[in-house]
């Protein structure tokens, strides 16, 4: 990332010019996919970089600009799941040199290869001891960013509060959250928080037609991710457009809707991303009951103006409070076409009324 978003020049300023505003623990808080994280990258590089410019830009030049640029930086770490570690090996794996071809690669074991952990543990927070307590390398700050923090369990949430309590001299915390509710209310309240600004709808559709989007299409892609611009850039390909378009079809087509069905065909997909779409179905049934306005389903609006009289409004705001503690089940599941069938099952039970008529 060479630049910060257009949406994020305020934030910037204020953080970029200013150290008393960072403190020694940032909280950058904020929906996911509109730029948390390479704006924590972003202002990581500014302040290690040693000749930084008038307009506030890192140098690129630099032994510190150098050294982040390979990942190597003596005064940084980055603590991520594991699962993100190694889709960023992937990406790396992937655009190596030719001249590499000739060496000899090895197949690896995967069958005696552990699953991923999709959380940060203990051992990693407690890795960061030495570069906290060691001086700088390059003297200046030492900066630990944790993305997305509320993955850590609760042994590392706990090794990380210590140290946000009593944090050395140019040390500082960059921590990125999708989700500051689900973080320790002491760790929340040993940062800075952050509110990272999301782009308003004519910034987010033109910011995508640069990235080659064009309108129609970036309307309704923006809004199934939720007016995030960076999800919509990611999922922009056919493959998840029409999975998804056919997981609401199927829960939307009440008539020949089967949740048995449907589990065993969605089994094998991305369990969080299917209970959210769920949520994202039942918010606009129950928005549009309620306020006539639809958020995601912008092509949906006759489907649901057909079903919304028929449901029970109160049943339908229970089952969405449901599905947050479905969400976080489905990062864990014993058995994703059970779990799969559980929540669809009970989706069918609610949606009878409007399946009878």
């Known amino acids: 990332m060479k630049n910060i978003y257009p949406w994020q020049n305020e934030v910037w300023q204020i953080l970029a010019q200013d150290q008393a505003s960072r403190g020694h623990a940032l909280l950058l808080r904020g ?4 730029g948390k994280l390479g704006f924590a ?5 500014f302040l290690l970089c040693e000749k930084p410019s008038s307009e506030r830009e890192a140098c690129e030049n630099c032994p510190s600009c150098r050294w982040f640029e390979q990942g190597g930086h003596p005064d940084f770490r980055l603590v991520e799941p594991e699962t993100l ?15 590499e071809a000739n060496t000899e690669v090895r197949p690896s074991n995967t069958k005696s290869r552990k699953k ?36 850590m369990n609760v042994a590392a949430a706990n090794a990380l509060l210590k140290n946000l309590e009593e944090p050395p001299p140019q040390t500082l915390f960059i921590l990125v959250t999708h989700r500051p509710h689900h973080l320790l209310p002491t760790i929340r309240s040993r940062c800075r928080q952050i509110a990272m600004p999301t782009p308003d709808f004519t910034q987010a559709i033109d910011w995508l037609d640069q990235q080659g989007i064009k309108d129609p299409k970036a309307s309704l892609a923006l809004a ?15 493959e998840y457009f029409l999975q998804h378009e ?15 069905f449907l589990a065993e065909e969605m089994q094998k997909s991305d369990l969080p991303t299917v209970v959210n779409w769920l949520q994202k179905w039942c918010y606009d049934l129950i928005s549009y009951r309620i306020t006539g306005r639809i958020r995601y389903h912008l ?41 799969l069938e559980e929540i669809l099952i009970s989706y069918a039970m609610l949606m ?3 399946r009878s008529n």
């Open 246 to 260: 056919s997981f609401i079809k199927h829960i939307s087509t009440l008539k020949s809707f089967n949740p048995i």
């Open 224 to 238: 199934a991710v939720g007016y995030a611009p960076l999800a919509a850039l990611e999922y922009n390909d056919d």
């Open 352 to 354: 009878a009324p409007a």
């Open 85 to 99: 570690s190694e889709l960023s090996d992937e990406i790396n794996t992937k655009v190596r040199s030719d001249t």
């Open 41 to 45: 990258q972003y202002l990581t590089k």
């Open 299 to 339: 092509a949906m609006q006759a489907t649901i103006n057909a079903l919304v009289p028929k449901i029970d409004p109160r049943q339908l705001a229970r089952y969405l409070r449901s599905l947050i503690d479905m969400q976080r089940l489905s990062h864990h599941p014993l058995n994703p076409r059970l779990f």
């Open 116 to 151: 991923p952990s999709e959380q940060i543990s203990v051992v990693q927070i407690r890795a960061l001891t030495d570069l906290i307590n060691m001086s700088s390398h390059r003297g200046g700050y030492k900066i630990i960013l944790i993305h997305p923090v509320e993955t």
């Open 31 to 34: 929906r996911k996919g509109i």
